[in-house]
């Protein structure tokens, strides 16, 4: 993030509260956007499907099948993260977590070795099934996407991704973002009824899932500069990690003239291969996907940056010093929501959980 992409682009109205949000929203009707935030459990209640007939086992699931699977599912997620955490031993998340879910685990158990107090950053979503999402199609991948509840008392719930590969697989998660509070969220449909998965090109909507993603990491990268068009609706995540970097930036300039001792950019880019998306009751898409980024710091010749003896960044490289540069890896759960075209309007990203990786520097 440039001086020059961020001067002027703070949004006035991205100020959101931090106040967890309650599972009684959910007893709200449906057929509306819930104004606590939460998901609607359902936005009709059409009636449950007939029993399949007896016999062969039908090639395609039913939605209840698919939401008994994962009301099972989401516990053992959340046993298998809290086994590994406390071994801290990515080996344990298998079977149940999987791709980037499990990489980042293993990023941040090499990150507590060297500094334990990593260990405060580890999230870990709940045992609880707030509202299932899944996809019914005799076709693989399928798909699901679970609000479900935080691990910590009286948390912020968790979209979780997850994907069953074949038949002979089951479901695994594959990444977790924690639900934006203070955004209005979509309805989705009954969960008798199932939802449609969505791909990286999917069409009716007012974006690809793909071109939605690809504008939120520019946007991040080089802020609203970077979305002349205002496609993309104001968001916590986005909004807290640009207060952060010009804060950074400030502290690192503190005393001379803008970007005099250094500068400071975060890239973001879409991670191929992790894509879940379903249709919502309104025609649109709620869509989960990971984003890579590196945030680096460049020293201009002659400087020396100096950074607190307590920074958990400088303990894992071993020095709090640098002439050059200073660069930390950060992996990024991220929860969209994207409205038909029909509708039209902005994409309104819904959750966000970010994952420090690495960190180096010289």
Same mark, same amino acid.
């Given at each position: 993030?440039?001086?020059?992409?961020?001067?002027?682009?703070?949004?006035?109205?991205?100020?959101?509260?931090?106040?967890?949000?309650?599972?009684?929203?959910?007893?709200?009707?449906?057929?509306?956007?819930?104004?606590?935030?939460?998901?609607?459990?359902?936005?009709?209640?059409?009636?449950?499907?007939?029993?399949?007939?007896?016999?062969?086992?039908?090639?395609?699931?039913?939605?209840?099948?698919?939401?008994?699977?994962?009301?099972?599912?989401?516990?053992?997620?959340?046993?298998?993260?809290?086994?590994?955490?406390?071994?801290? !031993?990515?080996?344990?998340?298998?079977?149940?977590?999987?791709?980037?879910?499990?990489? $980042?685990?293993?990023?941040?158990?090499? /990150?507590?070795?060297?500094?334990?107090?990593?260990?405060?950053?580890?999230?870990?979503?709940?045992?609880?099934?707030?509202?299932?999402?899944?996809?019914?199609?005799?076709? $693989?991948?399928?798909?699901?996407?679970?609000?479900?509840?935080?691990?910590? @008392?009286?948390?912020?719930?968790?979209?979780?991704?997850? @994907?069953?590969? !074949?038949?002979?697989?089951?479901?695994?998660?594959?990444?977790?973002?924690?639900?934006?509070?203070?955004?209005?969220?979509?309805?989705?449909?009954?969960?008798?009824?199932?939802?449609?998965?969505?791909?990286?090109?999917?069409?009716?909507?007012?974006? &690809?899932?793909? @071109?939605?993603?690809? /504008?939120?990491?520019?946007?991040?990268?080089?802020?609203?500069?970077?979305?002349?068009?205002?496609?993309?609706?104001?968001?916590?995540?986005?909004?807290?990690?640009?207060?952060?970097?010009?804060?950074?930036?400030?502290? /690192?300039?503190?005393?001379?003239?803008?970007?005099?001792?250094? &500068?400071?950019?975060? &890239?973001?880019?879409?991670?191929?291969?992790?894509?879940?998306?379903?249709?919502?009751?309104?025609?649109?898409?709620?869509?989960?996907?990971?984003?890579?980024?590196?945030?680096?710091?460049?020293?201009?010749?002659?400087?020396?940056?100096?950074?607190?003896? !307590?920074?958990?960044?400088?303990?894992?490289?071993?020095?709090?010093? $640098?002439?050059?540069?200073?660069?930390?890896? $950060?992996?990024?759960?991220?929860?969209?929501?994207?409205?038909?075209?029909?509708?039209?309007?902005?994409? @309104?990203?819904?959750?966000?959980?970010?994952?420090?990786?690495?960190?180096?520097?010289?």
């Amino acid at each position: 993030m440039t001086p020059q992409t961020l001067r002027g682009t703070a949004r006035k109205d991205t100020v959101m509260s931090t106040r967890p949000v309650g599972r009684r929203g959910l007893l709200l009707g449906a057929g509306g956007v819930l104004a606590t935030g939460l998901l609607a459990a359902c936005g009709s209640e059409p009636s449950a499907p007939p029993a399949p007939p007896t016999g062969k086992q039908l090639a395609e699931p039913t939605p209840v099948q698919t939401t008994e699977q994962i009301e099972e599912i989401v516990p053992e997620v959340n046993a298998a993260v809290v086994a590994a955490d406390e071994a801290k !031993d990515a080996a344990k998340l298998a079977p149940r977590v999987s791709g980037s879910a499990a990489e $980042f685990r293993k990023a941040v158990y090499g /990150l507590i070795e060297k500094a334990p107090e990593w260990a405060e950053d580890l999230k870990v979503p709940g045992a609880g099934t707030i509202v299932p999402m899944s996809s019914v199609s005799a076709e $693989f991948p399928r798909v699901a996407i679970a609000l479900v509840e935080d691990s910590v @008392q009286d948390g912020v719930p968790y979209f979780l991704a997850m @994907q069953q590969k !074949d038949a002979k697989s089951g479901y695994t998660a594959w990444g977790w973002a924690q639900q934006a509070v203070g955004v209005d969220m979509p309805t989705v449909p009954n969960a008798v009824v199932g939802s449609e998965a969505l791909t990286a090109d999917a069409e009716g909507l007012v974006m &690809t899932p793909a @071109q939605a993603l690809e /504008l939120y990491a520019k946007v991040l990268t080089d802020g609203d500069a970077a979305d002349p068009d205002d496609k993309l609706a104001a968001n916590p995540f986005q909004t807290g990690t640009h207060e952060r970097i010009q804060a950074e930036r400030k502290e /690192l300039n503190k005393g001379v003239e803008w970007d005099e001792a250094g &500068t400071i950019r975060e &890239t973001y880019s879409v991670r191929d291969g992790e894509l879940a998306g379903l249709r919502t009751e309104d025609g649109g898409a709620i869509v989960m996907a990971t984003l890579m980024s590196s945030r680096k710091v460049a020293i201009k010749d002659g400087a020396t940056m100096r950074y607190a003896e !307590d920074n958990k960044y400088t303990k894992v490289i071993g020095t709090r010093e $640098f002439t050059k540069q200073y660069v930390r890896e $950060f992996g990024t759960h991220v929860a969209l929501y994207i409205p038909s075209a029909d509708a039209g309007g902005q994409v @309104q990203p819904i959750g966000a959980t970010q994952t420090a990786l690495a960190a180096s520097g010289e």
